[in-house]
């Protein structure tokens, strides 16, 4: 049998220098080896005739260590048909072992040095090459499983004004990005930033993972609460459905089997503590947080809160009518019609709103809150006027409590406006 030779130096730093760079890329040693291994074989498989099923290549990365050899069997000198790539003759075969007989295996070493100048420098592109589709793969089999989770990511680049796409990188480098439909419409974000976001989507598009971001999904707001209240992390309350009109308006339906839990005392927190974090990260976003019943009328109810109904009428099991007096038309409606549309997402349903004729409004009697214009100050108008309210009675009967938590007004100021129009009406 020949006798074992000493790796070659270019060998050596072909192997070095590739394990050095698939380390760089978190590939681990075992598909370190296979890489290489598939490359020399396809070098051999180049050279000789395609087939490589008599060679063995053996690797070892820590020492730089590279051994090829070619598997032949001894023939006699006279065979026909003979095949260079898997036979050799005997005479031949007798200068490596002297007593090497007909049938019997003789091996022969191959060196890189071989193959060539060009085919070394091919495979050394190829096994970068190969390695960096390796990454590739990995981070989107890893961001796939991850799809639906929360991210914290640093902001690497804002492109255009309107920031019409935020490339973001992970700890590890790696890219993922936030395009400005998935934004929250009073996002402002600069490079060094941190953004929390939802891995909305991966992709693997010409061989390159597309990492997709979301702030308003659904899907965000969920999992917000899940991080958030330990009650929903540890699946004590539930959530059951998430709406959203990112940055203005959330509706979300909680439930929980424990009697003595209050899931939406328990998501809102004392005086909003629990739910200020979130309504922050989400740029002051409202949220409606509902117990959620599978009492349809009882739902439908909730859902268009702080509207207080007469009575339902399910149409089909796609519409429903709701009866209520005139003065809450409005409040189930919302502003820009939020409260209605995401009431009607909620339960999966059409709402038509209707006046009851039965509980009519004396219209006559109010008195629209432009008229205090000289009394009560333009902003402070303009702030009551932002959540639906234009007339002094419709603030009156949206109370103190509610007027606290959806204006930026202070205790006092409600105090003194509620004082003023009460006596409008002595």
């Not at 080896?33 to 063995?56: H, P, Q, T």
């Not at 899931?263 to 002051?284: F, Q, Y």
């Amino acid at each position: 049998m020949a006798k074992k030779q000493q790796p070659e130096k270019e060998s050596k730093q072909l192997i070095e220098s590739f394990a050095e760079f698939a380390k760089t890329k978190n590939i681990d040693s075992t598909l370190m080896i296979k890489l290489l291994e598939d490359v020399f074989r396809a070098m051999i498989r180049k050279k000789y005739d395609d087939d490589d099923s008599n060679f063995d290549v053996i690797i070892n990365t820590d020492g730089g260590e590279l051994e090829m050899r070619q598997n032949l069997i001894a023939v006699a000198d006279d065979t026909k048909d003979f095949d260079v790539h898997k036979q050799i003759k005997l005479v031949d075969a007798r200068k490596i072992d002297k007593e090497c007989e007909i049938g019997e295996d003789i091996s022969l070493d191959i060196h890189l040095e071989d193959f060539g100048r060009r085919a070394i420098l091919m495979a050394r592109q190829t096994l970068i090459q190969r390695a960096k589709d390796v990454e590739k793969l990995s981070i989107y089999q890893k961001y796939k499983d991850r799809e639906g989770e929360i991210v914290t990511v640093l902001v690497d680049q804002v492109v255009g004004k309107d920031a019409r796409e935020i490339y973001c990188k992970d700890d590890d480098g790696h890219d993922l990005v936030l395009p400005r439909l998935h934004q929250i419409p009073r996002d402002k974000f600069r490079k060094g930033d941190n953004l929390r976001a939802v891995i909305e989507k991966v992709d693997f598009i010409n061989g390159t993972p597309k990492i997709l971001l979301s702030r308003t999904s659904p899907n965000f707001l969920k999992r917000l609460f899940e991080t958030e209240i330990p009650e929903v992390m540890d699946g004590i309350i539930v959530v059951k459905n998430v709406v959203r009109e990112p940055g203005e308006r959330a509706k979300i339906a909680v439930e929980t089997f424990d009697d003595r839990i209050d899931p939406v005392g328990a998501c809102v927190g004392t005086k909003g503590s629990r739910i200020h974090g979130i309504v922050k990260e989400l740029n002051s976003e409202n949220i409606d947080v509902i117990n959620y019943t599978e009492n349809l009328e009882l739902y439908i109810s909730r859902a268009l809160s702080p509207a207080k109904i007469t009575s339902i009428t399910v149409e089909d099991k796609n519409r429903v009518s709701v009866y209520m007096k005139p003065d809450q038309v409005s409040w189930a409606i919302g502003r820009s019609g939020y409260n209605i549309r995401l009431a009607g997402k909620l339960v999966g349903m059409e709402i038509d709103v209707f006046r009851d004729d039965q509980e009519e409004l004396d219209e006559e009697e109010d008195v629209e809150l432009t008229e205090f214009s000289d009394e009560i100050e333009q902003w402070v108008i303009e702030e009551l006027h932002r959540v639906g309210l234009d007339t002094a009675k419709r603030v009156i009967e949206f109370g103190k409590d509610l007027l606290l938590k959806r204006t930026e007004l202070e205790e006092e100021q409600i105090d003194e406006i509620l004082e003023l129009l009460k006596k409008e009406f002595e």
